[in-house]
């Protein structure tokens, strides 16, 4: 293992079954919201296969919660 390989933090990717499960949206939600460059973006695994990184969704999560 490289010194890079050992610092690096590894990317988490999750599907957008497991998106659409956290969030508790339509799947056409989700792809408004990708599509309007106000989400996690996505990642390409293959043709027709899309995943989140999840860091990053959490991240957006947690930009949207209200402060009360």
Do not use: C
């Amino acid at each position: 293992m490289t010194e890079v390989e050992s610092i690096a933090p590894k990317r988490v990717l999750i599907t957008l079954g497991e998106v659409i499960k956290r969030l508790g949206v339509s799947r056409t939600t989700v792809w408004r919201l990708v599509k309007s460059g106000d989400f996690a973006p996505e990642y390409r695994v293959s043709a027709g296969k899309s995943h989140f990184d999840e860091a990053e969704l959490n991240a957006w999560i947690d930009s949207r919660r209200v402060s009360l």
